[in-house]
């Protein structure tokens, strides 16, 4: 494949989920790394040594703004703070980029209508970094649920966590209002994973409780979801349990449980389902690498204009349920989901 059918891309940011992007676009079939920067002086050389030694040809800019500016870089990979994601990422789109933005793509839903239409004048395509959905497993499960097997689906459960170790407290040494806990780090998976696509109906409202430490930091939370007629969506995660990344669906037939959601490369995905009949069936499934997969079909999207599978309407309807839960919890009440 020539250089001509791939997508030239720039990562803005040397934070460490590097490790896992870095090499994706190295080895997607239709990508090229052709920059990285960093506001850190030698974090970018060392964040490329690091991930991709094998690398030679790869521009090192210690301004984000060069690197914005090179006209030979048609995308950007955006793994800054939490807080910084809707500044750079209307940055990058004045300058004609198209922009993966790690997960959450802002901290408000004004600020993601911001970017919807900056990316509107500017003509370029914007996607939020859940890589969790380019797995194979998911599409497989929506195989199960649109076989019928498990009937109506009526509830769903979403459970994330991990015990927060000390060399990541950076995640939860500000306030939420700043980017910082769970809900930011985790919490947004969780709920994002309870919104697939296994209601038709939009979310309408949320009730929710958290834990909060001295720095205005939320570590746990449990939430509901209403979704209408008796359908709900129920998430937990935090920094105080066992690492944890499931969802289970209940239908009136039966029920459906993704055992790993963020299925590493090396790691056999596994789900189960079950129905009233007694039926019961386990399925270990293909490795496969959901970063590479979610580099590639943002990169094909854009040689070939297609539609990304993640749109900045189900990143603002994953905020719109955040801003919910958030104010459920501070002001101990279900709150309406406009």
């Known amino acids: 494949m020539n250089n001509n059918t ?31 920067a960093s506001r850190r002086p030698g974090a970018a050389a060392e964040t490329l040594k690091t991930y991709a030694p094998e690398q030679k040809n790869v521009i090192i800019y210690d301004s984000p703004e ?109 306030t939420i209002e700043n980017g910082s806990g769970a809900m930011w780090d985790i919490g947004c998976y969780a709920i994002h994973a309870a919104r697939l696509p296994f209601f038709a109906e939009t979310p309408i409202a949320v009730t929710a409780m958290a834990k909060h430490i001295e720095s205005g930091a939320d570590i746990s939370c449990n939430g509901i979801i209403d979704f209408g007629d008796g359908k709900y969506a129920h998430f937990d995660f935090g920094f105080e349990h066992a690492r944890r990344a499931e969802y289970e669906i209940i239908g009136t037939k039966g029920g459906l449980k993704c055992h790993n959601v963020w299925a590493k490369q090396a790691e056999t995905p596994v789900i189960s389902w079950w129905t009233e009949a007694g039926k019961q069936e386990q399925e270990n499934l293909p490795l496969a690498n959901h970063f590479r997969l979610e580099v590639e079909h943002f990169s094909d999207c854009i040689l070939n204009d297609k539609k990304t599978l993640l749109t900045l309407g189900d990143a603002k309807t994953n905020c719109k349920v955040i801003t919910a839960t958030l104010e459920s919890v501070k002001t101990k009440k279900q709150i309406k989901i406009n």
């Open 66 to 174: 060069l690197l914005l500016k090179d006209d030979s870089i048609q995308a950007v990979y955006i793994p800054l703070a939490n807080k910084d994601h809707a500044e750079w990422v209307l940055r990058a789109i004045e300058q004609g980029k198209h922009v993966l933005c790690e997960k959450p793509m802002a901290l408000t839903v004004a600020d993601i209508e911001a970017i919807e239409a900056a990316a509107q004048k500017h003509n370029v395509k914007v996607m939020e970094g859940f890589m969790y959905r380019f797995h194979p497993q998911h599409a497989r499960i929506k195989e199960i649920l649109d076989s019928g097997k498990i009937g109506e689906v009526r509830s769903v459960r979403a459970c994330f966590s991990y015990l927060m170790q000390p060399a990541r407290e950076y995640r939860i040494d500000n």
């Open 6 to 36: 791939k997508l030239r891309w720039g990562i803005l940011g040397a934070a460490r989920i590097n490790q896992q992007l870095m090499p994706a676009i190295v080895s997607a079939e239709n990508s090229e790394l052709v920059a990285i």
